[in-house]
């Protein structure tokens, strides 16, 4: 096998553990705190300032990317952890 071969099923492999996402965040946080505290942080104070528009004829708008963050993603995220509470209620181990 080549070498992109291998990395693919080492990738493959890791994803389909139920520990993955949970491995994913924490390193991301971990990576975003380095960068906060290190002399990178006027590029990450770049990136979260960075404005980011959304227009459609005259409906826009436009917020920095940390606004986008906590009040897109974030909802996303707290529906997604509706969704799981309500499934293990309904059908798995709380119900």
Not at 3 to 21: C, D, G, M
Not at 30 to 45: E, F, K, Q, T
Request: charged share 20%.
């Amino acid at each position: 096998m080549d070498k992109i071969t291998e990395l693919s099923e080492v990738v493959e492999n890791f994803l389909k553990r139920e520990s993955s996402a949970g491995i994913i965040l924490m390193a991301a946080t971990a990576l975003a705190l380095i960068i906060a505290n290190s002399p990178l942080d006027v590029y990450y104070d770049q990136l979260i300032s960075l404005p980011v528009i959304v227009a459609a004829g005259d409906f826009r708008i436009d917020k920095p990317l940390l606004l986008w963050i906590n009040d897109g993603l974030m909802a996303v995220f707290f529906f997604h952890v509706g969704l799981e509470l309500k499934r293990e209620l309904c059908e798995g181990e709380l119900s």
